[in-house]
Every structure is written in C-alpha cells, then in structure tokens.
C-alpha cells in the first residue's frame, strides 16, 4: 500500500515543488483538419469523438446489468465518464479555446479517477471504493478548474497520468481477485499510442494526403482502451483460491 502512495503522490510532489507552473500552450488550439462536413467544423476532430460515446455506453449499460462483484459504482462512473467525452470534446473541437477545453477535461478526469478508484478497491480491498470514489472524482474536477483560473496544468496533468502509472504497479505488486488483468495494460498501451499519435497531428495529416489527421486517430485509439476494460469485465471471474 506504501507503495501505491508513493507512485501517486510523489509525482505530485515533483510538479508542485520542483516544477514551475505550467501554462496552457495557445498552439494546442490549432489543429491539422480543420474542415467542414455536414455543417460541422473541424468535422474530423467532432466524429472521431462518437467512438466513446458507444463504448461508455454500452459499458454503463453492462456494469449496472450484469456486474455483481467488483467495484461496480466506479466502473459505471468510468464508463458514464468515457461517454461524455463525446459531448465535451466534440463541443471543445466545434470551437476550440480554453473556454470549450473545460468541457472537454472534466468527463476524462471523471474516467480517469473512477478507474484509479475501480483498481485500488479491487486489488487492496472493497471496503476502499466508497472511500476513496468521491474524494478522487472532487480532486479530478477541480484539477481542472484550478488550470482554467490560474492557468497552471500541473495538478490536471497528474489526474490523467497518476492513475496509469498505477496500473503497472498494481498488477506487478498486488494478488488480483479477477482473471484477464493483462487487458488493463492493452488498454494502457493503446492510450499512450494515442498520445503519440495526437503528437503528430500534423504529420498524420500530411502522411495520409489529408485524410484524416493525428488528432481523429488519436481519439480513436484511445476509445480502444476503455474497450478492452469493457472486454476485461465481460470475460473476467474470480480467481479460483
């Protein structure tokens, strides 16, 4: 448990006290497609959003159905989370500026908490999700409104990363109670692709002779990751001992 703290504090530690505040950089409003289709600006960037839409769903709609053990409130949270990014990040990509990026944060911070709060209660004790869910979704939102008023990222950007440093540790460190674990770092995988991907927005662009950009791919890629949890809570059981 020691352990588990320290991979999610000392990162923050590090922002805060070694690292001067961050600033949202204006150049991350300008992106490679900015075309229109069907009367929708920056139509790429929009659609490519309509892919969480259907895996939160459908995951929200599986977990309050079917799932019976496990941390089921946080995984519905995670799920309901992915399926509003949908909504704020096609509003942030219709209009990009700082103003629509809030909406845009807010359902990924909600994801990202739940799923840390999913992952501590399975893997050290149940008794930890009630605790721990609504103290991780209220750092997670105000993380986000910390950056919008004093313009500082720090805080935001270890929300989004904290948690997926957890995932390696908790699988390597702790006994899990369910099989096909290893589906949580084929998600991992597939979000840091993501991430690259969105890095070279402009080179995808180019290199696919301006068919669809870094930026579509990357939301397409990362709705693969909450895929493959959907895929691990259908296909996984308690482990036998």
């Given at each position: 448990m020691a352990g588990l703290i320290a991979i999610m504090i000392v990162p923050l530690l590090g922002l805060l006290l070694l690292h001067g505040p961050i600033p949202q950089d204006k150049g991350y409003h300008v992106f490679a497609d900015w075309r229109t289709c069907l009367g929708i600006r920056n139509f790429g960037n929009v659609a490519s959003n309509a892919a969480f839409l259907l895996i939160g769903v459908i995951g929200a709609l599986w977990c309050h159905a079917h799932l019976k053990t496990g941390a089921r409130l946080s995984w519905i949270i995670f799920f309901l989370g992915v399926a509003l990014v949908f909504f704020g990040s096609g509003y942030y990509h219709s209009a990009p500026n700082d103003d629509t990026l809030v909406w845009d944060r807010l359902p990924m911070t909600l994801a990202f908490m739940a799923l840390f709060a999913a992952l501590v209660s399975e893997h050290i004790g149940a008794q930890l999700e009630y605790k721990l869910l609504i103290p991780a979704l209220i750092v997670g939102?105000?993380?986000?409104?910390?950056?919008?008023?004093?313009?500082?990222l720090r805080v935001y950007i270890w929300v989004q990363f904290a948690p997926l440093l957890a995932i390696p540790?908790?699988?390597?460190?702790?006994?899990?109670?369910?099989?096909?674990?290893?589906y949580l770092l084929y998600g991992l995988g597939f979000y840091l692709l993501a991430k690259v991907v969105e890095y070279y927005d402009r080179e995808t662009y180019a290199l696919t002779s301006a068919w669809?950009?870094?930026?579509?791919?990357?939301?397409?890629?990362a709705a693969l990751a909450p895929l493959f949890l959907y895929w691990m809570l259908r296909r996984r059981h308690v482990r036998d001992g």
């Open positions: 939102v105000a993380s986000v409104f910390w950056w919008k008023y004093t313009d500082d540790f908790v699988l390597a460190v702790f006994p899990g109670r369910f099989t096909h674990r290893h669809v950009s870094g930026h579509s791919v990357k939301h397409l890629l």
